[in-house]
């Protein structure tokens, strides 16, 4: 039996009543493959799981995880009020840095997956909380270019996003029962490739 451990936002956790998150789904599809694990929190921004991440990693035996499967960015390129993005592009990629360094050491024989953040349904978002896909877009783009130099594989869950519009949607950034069980099996598909290698 493998370990997983799955760290990521609200399309991960859900966002109770009407999005359920992937993260149930992954874990029930490999019940016969994996234990899968999985903080009980939305893990929001980078600062915030560099800030929890040891925390979480005493929920499960950590030396074990053959497979940590990663994301930050939504909450990240958030703007509030109008303001800028929660989280400067640069200190997004210092950010991730310092997460993948901390991952690496509290889990330290697992391989580390990274997943793109997901597009939004912008027409249908709220001034005053607002998320650009440019900015998820570059953002993306800056966790390619700073996590590439640790070999870490990426889940391009933003691609696939993009093929899930308004009927998979519950609002604008997250999912129905149905797009987070598709975004579910593409996270199953890279974590099955990753651990029978």
């Not at 925390?55 to 499960?60: I, L, N």
Request: aromatic fraction near 14%; glycine fraction near 6%; hydrophobic fraction near 40%.
């Amino acid at each position: 039996m493998k370990h997983v451990f799955l760290i990521g936002d609200s399309i991960r956790f859900g966002a109770p009543p009407k999005s359920p998150g992937y993260g149930g789904y992954v874990k029930e599809m490999l019940k016969d493959e994996a234990e899968v694990f999985a903080p009980n929190d939305n893990c929001r921004w980078a600062q915030y799981t560099l800030r929890y991440a040891h925390e979480w990693a005493k929920e499960c035996p950590a030396e074990v995880i053959d497979v940590v499967h990663w994301n930050n960015g939504l909450w990240d390129v958030l703007r509030l009020l109008g303001d800028e993005p929660l989280t400067d592009i640069e200190d997004y990629g210092k950010m991730l840095r310092r997460v993948y360094a901390r991952i690496h050491t509290l889990f330290p024989n697992a391989k580390i997956v990274f997943a793109l953040s997901t597009a939004v349904i912008e027409e249908w978002g709220k001034s005053t909380f607002f998320r650009y896909n440019r900015d998820i877009e570059a953002y993306n783009q800056k966790a390619i270019e700073v996590l590439s130099e640790y070999g870490v594989r990426f889940n391009d869950l933003y691609t696939l996003s993009w093929q899930l519009r308004e009927n998979y949607h519950s609002d604008w950034v997250h999912y129905n029962e149905e797009g987070s069980k598709i975004l579910a099996e593409a996270v199953v598909k890279v974590l099955r490739e990753e651990m029978n290698q």
